[in-house]
């Protein structure tokens, strides 16, 4: 199985300042088709996650531009710039280049 | 507006059964693929199974290979999940979701206990 390492396990950031997370996965998610099959979510407190990135690099419909993606074969960032209060939760990577589908064990984003 | 709503969750033994159905709208069920993934209590996200838009193509989780049952009914716009011998680690928040995870349902829960 495709193993996910997400870092930092949480982060503070105050409001406006950026913040990075890391995800690294434990084989290529380039597939054939030149395709980089790793997502990015964030859920929100007592919600049902949401989609931010897909692809490595795509935004989703109706997702901020402060997020983004980006990356190699095997190693991830998800960036937000201007962190806003609204942004608080925790953040999960995801792999859909093959199966079983993993995720990451999640990043918990604070603010200070 | 897309909306998947699960139902069928609730407080069951281990060792009994329990379905699960997601009633999707606003889209063209039969277009898309579908997932099922869990959240167990203050835990992580576990992708549970997928099921391919015409049936075709279906995967599971090796932890619930063999006692869970994917499948849909595209004249109904409902996927569902039969779950078997259901274990106390089974407990959790169960979502469905849309082919590319664009879409999630709100959830719903299962807890096995005596």
């Known amino acids: 199985d495709i193993v996910l390492t997400q870092a930092p396990l949480s982060v503070s950031v105050t409001p406006g300042e950026s913040a990075s997370i890391s995800c690294r996965s434990s084989?290529?998610?380039?597939?054939?088709?030149?395709?980089?099959?790793l997502y990015w979510y964030l859920q929100k407190p007592g919600k049902s996650p949401q989609l931010l990135i897909y692809?490595?690099?795509n935004l989703a419909s109706g997702v901020p531009d402060r997020f983004s993606g980006s990356g190699s074969e095997t190693d991830f960032t998800l960036k937000i710039s201007k962190v806003e209060t609204e942004d608080v939760g925790v953040y999960y990577c995801?792999?859909?280049?093959?199966?079983?589908?993993?995720f990451g064990s999640g990043t918990k984003l604070e603010i200070k | 507006e897309v909306q998947l709503v699960e139902s069928g969750g609730g407080l069951v033994q281990p060792g009994r059964s329990l379905k699960l159905s997601c009633l999707a709208s606003?889209?063209?069920?039969?277009?898309?693929?579908m997932n099922w993934i869990r959240q167990a209590p203050g835990k992580g996200l576990e992708w549970v199974a997928s099921?391919?838009?015409?049936?075709?193509?279906?995967y599971y989780a090796d932890t619930v290979k063999g006692r869970f049952t994917i499948s849909r009914d595209n004249a109904k716009n409902t996927l569902y999940l039969q779950m078997t011998s259901l274990r106390s680690e089974d407990t959790a928040l169960y979502y469905c979701?849309?082919?590319?995870?664009?879409?999630w349902g709100q959830g719903v829960m299962v807890t096995v206990s005596s």
């Open positions: 979701a849309r082919g590319g995870t664009d879409y």
């Open positions: 606003g889209f063209t069920f039969s277009n898309y693929g």
């Open positions: 099921i391919s838009s015409s049936s075709s193509y279906i």
């Open positions: 084989k290529s998610l380039l597939s054939s088709k030149g395709i980089t099959s």
């Open positions: 692809r490595m690099s």
């Open positions: 995801a792999q859909f280049l093959e199966y079983p589908f993993t």
